[in-house]
């Protein structure tokens, strides 16, 4: 089943922040985060295990919580480069096979 | 540069054609998938092959085929194509353990537009 992400999009000034959340109605082993700009493949940004572990990539960060099913985004000091749809993969039993979220659109202007 | 190749880029078929879009990897990885992307759905995955010579169904396989001769390769069939496969394609790889390393994500080709008229 499809994971849940909000908001569904976002609009942003350069330097403010934001956070993306992933909800998930089953257990999961792991959670992707991955960014796709218009036309273009999407990227991945990061990987959270099992075991509620909270990872950083220069600004931009990420948690799960694996007893609610949850992960968050979190984007700080927000660049226009940030600009994109996130989207979010699940994987519920450490067979590698993601579930995407819809997306969450966002928009960074100066 | 290493990474996932696909082709072709843009294809228009015409309803009841049939086609092949092909995907190469050279990360020597195991998996590797095939998804589409519509319009507010995000990612759906069509089929995927945990290794050479090995397929298995996504959620959305209906009208779809697929082969991994070779490890590289993965190819997506449309045996006949209807207007629903109007899609953007994506095709990705993986290593075997998931965050093993800390990188291991995702990598995606650039995408084939097909548009079935």
């Known amino acids: 089943q499809q994971p849940v992400q909000s908001p569904q999009a976002v609009i942003l000034r350069e330097g403010e922040d934001a956070v993306i959340n992933c909800s998930s109605s089953?257990?999961?082993?792991?959670v992707h985060w991955y960014r796709q700009k218009h036309g273009e493949a999407p990227v991945f940004l990061m990987i959270l295990l099992k075991g509620g572990e909270q990872k950083g990539h220069e600004k931009i960060s990420a948690s799960f919580n694996e007893k609610k099913q949850q992960s968050s985004l979190y984007l700080t000091a927000s660049q226009l480069s940030y600009s994109g749809t996130y989207f979010c993969?699940?994987?519920?039993?450490?067979?590698?096979?993601?579930?995407f979220g819809g997306g969450t659109r966002l928009m960074v202007k100066p | 540069n290493a990474g996932v190749t696909q082709t072709p880029k843009f294809r228009v078929l015409k309803t009841g054609q049939s086609m092949t879009l092909l995907c190469a990897q050279d990360m020597n990885h195991e998996y590797m998938y095939w998804y589409r992307q519509d319009p507010g759905m995000g990612l759906r995955l069509i089929h995927y092959s945990v290794g050479e010579g090995t397929t298995a169904k996504g959620e959305v396989p209906d009208g779809y085929n697929v082969s991994r001769l070779k490890k590289q390769n993965f190819l997506l069939g449309l045996e006949s194509a209807a207007p629903s496969q109007t899609s953007v394609y994506f095709c990705a790889s993986s290593t075997l353990v998931p965050g093993q390393s800390g990188l291991d994500g995702y990598t995606f080709g650039s995408g084939t537009r097909l548009t079935v008229v």
């Open positions: 993969g699940t994987d519920g039993n450490a067979g590698n096979m993601l579930t």
């Open positions: 089953k257990a999961l082993y792991s």
